[in-house]
């Protein structure tokens, strides 16, 4: 196959005879700016989908554009437009942002991998919708493992967190405050097919600068109130509500 650039039937084919899995030996197509003195948001270069409207004026229906996000050419964002209006930004640091948005937020002291940033409810909205013609709905799953690698499946332990839903509110700062937090959790010790497990339920008081547990589930079923450890008091042992207070208040109000 002969290499160069090619026009055949209105595409453009960048041709080469590669063997290697080197990425050295690849074509590419190569945009470069040689202004010395790069800026915060200054394009790079990019490609624009273009088609005519109404009045047969070339009009940008959709981009894909790299910009500067620091202040050299190593620190750039892709940023991908439809309509004029920015869906994605790929940052540097390889946050993803879906939105408007190129600056990525800070939230519970975490700079999420993937960020949805809106301004009302459409624009501020996750939703899974399974078709399927039986009884199963969608999934949102959370798997944790002790590896330190990607691929390894090494067993959690008795207490690891394996999952939490956090709700933090802007203080005026910033939205690192949690006001609550559901985290499910490993209850005893877990083996092969065995992975005793329980939900954990904290609020934060008010002054207060962190969050406290308030109710858990335990792997038996157990639901306590105020307490960490299922007590059994008198003959019951299978008491399945426990409600403690060390200040008097341990009562249930009906």
């Given at each position: 196959v002969s290499e160069g650039l090619f026009?055949?039937?209105?595409?453009i084919d960048?041709?080469?005879?590669?063997?290697?899995?080197?990425?050295?030996?690849?074509?590419?197509?190569?945009f470069i700016n040689t202004d010395t003195t790069l800026v915060a948001d200054q394009p790079m270069g990019g490609l624009h989908f273009i088609g005519n409207d109404s009045d047969n004026a070339n009009t940008i229906t959709a981009s894909i554009t790299a910009a500067i996000s620091g202040n050299t050419g190593s620190q750039s964002h892709l940023l991908f437009k439809t309509g004029?209006?920015?869906?994605?930004?790929?940052?540097?640091?390889?946050?993803?942002?879906?939105?408007?948005?190129?600056?990525?937020?800070n939230v519970a002291a975490r700079d999420a991998r993937l960020q949805l940033q809106g301004t009302?409810?459409?624009?501020?909205?996750i939703s899974i919708t399974r078709n399927s013609s039986n009884v199963n709905g969608p999934h949102i799953d959370f798997a944790k493992s002790r590896a330190d690698s990607l691929t390894d499946n090494t067993v959690v332990q008795a207490d690891d967190i394996l999952g939490r839903i956090t709700f933090c509110g802007a203080d005026g700062t910033d939205t690192l405050s949690m006001a609550a937090e559901i985290k499910a959790e490993v209850d005893g010790t877990p083996g092969s097919n065995d992975m005793p497990g329980r939900l954990v339920f904290h609020t934060t008081a008010d002054g207060a600068a962190s969050t406290t547990e308030r109710a858990r589930i335990n792997s038996d079923g157990r639901v306590l109130i105020n307490s960490t450890a299922a007590r059994n008091i008198g003959t019951n042992i299978n008491r399945m509500l426990q409600v403690e207070s060390s200040g008097g208040g341990g009562g249930i109000a009906v």
């Open positions: 026009q055949t039937d209105g595409n960048l041709r080469y005879a590669g063997t290697s899995t080197d990425p050295a030996g690849a074509r590419y197509i190569n004029g209006n920015q869906r994605i930004a790929i940052k540097s640091g390889g946050v993803v942002i879906v939105g408007s948005s190129t600056a990525s937020r009302d409810g459409n624009t501020s909205a």
